[in-house]
């Protein structure tokens, strides 16, 4: 095969979130969130733990810091826990946790890496969510306040902000499938947290640039698993074509182009007040997305989804589908009108690692991140604007209701020793920076 070059200066990261790595709940004044308090609730996390170790990042960061120089890793894509600097939300500033994220920073840039720093990565302060939360309007201006204070702590060496990770999630695994914290099930408390959700989306854009400089950039993540004709007829061609996405209508779409379609207005019901303005304030210009990619949903025409096409899967269950990142970078680069640079800010996957003599030859991982990145490198020939790319995750970790039941590293962790071990993907990276490509 021929090389696979990237642009230049076409930027190579991992990513992380505060709660799945840093541990250390209880230091340094830090707030509980809502999942230090879901995490106790019988049966909601799969293997009954909690984020309360994680890989303990809160006092391991200058290693992991190290790791990532190591690797040549240019980007760390991170999340700030919003209970860390506001242990109640809003009002005091808990200098503390504030100081965790100035020395991250530091490090970071002492090391030559660039941060892009998440805002939300889902641990809404617990003193919030006894106000309502997402469901309570107020959220918004909670949320672009504590934006405002972020930027004015580290503004002047983070340039790099994303508002929030994958709102889809909070709002609908939080709030009415119950199997993200909050915990709730209740469909129009979802709606409501939708839209506040952007609208807080919205709010935060306009704070982080007012509190922000000349060279200060914002974004969103938001996640997709874009539906794909389960063969090449025409049928299914048009069925996946008018085949509903509720990932990207209701959160893409208004963020583009300032509506809600029809579809997204009924499913938002009555539940939700829209007030005039709010559209316009979600669909505030941005410097960049975010787009998170692990799979695709294939549509048939007669079967409707297919689940079964492909035995492919990682251990979240997921099927591989490198050319659906492809067609959603092309979509997304037709219906942006190319207006809008991307960055890649997930795409990993979880296999089983077995450690050998030492090593962790993780070759499925390897052949998972090998097509994906070849499907970005494709849609860049054809077009699409992306600027980079970042592997989920950098370590293994705490991953939500599945607990320590997931591996997505490229770094293993032991977590009764907190021994950090480079799995085979992590050196295939390396070189993947190293060379800007596949070679
Ligand atoms: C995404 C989340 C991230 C991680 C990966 C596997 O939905 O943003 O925290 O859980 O999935």
């Not at 979240?316 to 009108?337: E, F, K, N, V």
């Not at 390897?366 to 592997?391: C, E, K």
Request: one cysteine or more; glycine letters at 10%; charged letters at 20%.
């Amino acid at each position: 095969m021929s090389k696979q070059l990237f642009p230049p200066g076409f930027l190579w990261g991992t990513a992380t979130s505060a709660y799945q790595i840093e541990g250390a709940v209880h230091e340094d004044g830090r707030g509980p969130s809502i999942w230090d308090d879901f995490c106790r609730i019988k049966g909601a996390i799969r293997d009954g733990s909690d984020g309360s170790i994680a890989c303990d990042h809160y006092h391991r960061y200058a290693e992991d810091v190290a790791l990532m120089r190591s690797l040549g890793v240019q980007a760390y894509r991170f999340s700030v826990a919003w209970p860390r600097v506001l242990p109640q939300g809003r009002g005091a500033i808990n200098q503390k946790g504030l100081d965790f994220y100035q020395r991250l920073v530091d490090a970071l840039l002492e090391a030559g890496i660039r941060p892009f720093v998440t805002l939300y990565h889902w641990d809404l302060p617990s003193a919030l969510n006894a106000q309502g939360g997402w469901t309570n309007r107020d959220s918004a201006g909670w949320f672009a306040d504590y934006a405002a204070v972020m930027v004015r702590a580290l503004g002047d060496r983070v340039k790099d902000w994303i508002t929030l990770n994958e709102p889809w999630c909070s709002a609908y695994l939080g709030y009415e499938l119950g199997k993200h914290a909050p915990g709730y099930r209740d469909r129009t408390l979802a709606a409501r947290a939708a839209h506040h959700l952007l609208l807080a989306h919205g709010m935060a854009t306009q704070a982080i640039r007012a509190a922000g400089d000349a060279q200060t950039r914002v974004g969103i993540t938001l996640n997709f698993a874009p539906n794909l004709p389960a063969t090449d007829s025409e049928a299914d061609r048009k069925a996946a074509a008018e085949a509903p996405d509720w990932l990207y209508e209701p959160f893409a779409e208004p963020i583009f182009t300032g509506a809600y379609n029809a579809r997204v207005l009924e499913q938002l019901g009555g539940a939700v007040e829209i007030r005039a303005g709010d559209l316009a304030t979600i669909a505030t210009r941005l410097d960049f997305l975010g787009v998170n990619y692990y799979t695709a949903t294939l549509i048939s025409a007669e079967r409707g989804v297919v689940n079964d096409d492909n035995p492919e899967y990682t251990l979240m269950g997921w099927q591989i589908r490198p050319q659906g990142l492809y067609a959603l970078l092309m979509r997304l680069h037709h219906d942006t009108r190319g207006q809008l640079p991307i960055y890649i800010t997930e795409n990993g996957a979880s296999f089983e690692d077995t450690v050998v003599d030492g090593h962790v030859h993780d070759e499925r991982r390897v052949a998972y991140l090998r097509a994906h990145i070849a499907a970005v490198h494709r849609a860049i020939q054809d077009g699409a604007d992306v600027r980079g790319y970042f592997v989920w995750s950098l370590l293994d970790n705490f991953e939500w209701d599945w607990g320590y039941q997931q591996f997505f590293g490229l770094v293993r962790v032991d977590y009764t020793t907190q021994a950090r071990l480079i799995k085979d993907s992590g050196y295939f990276y390396r070189e993947v920076i190293a060379n800007n490509g596949l070679v």
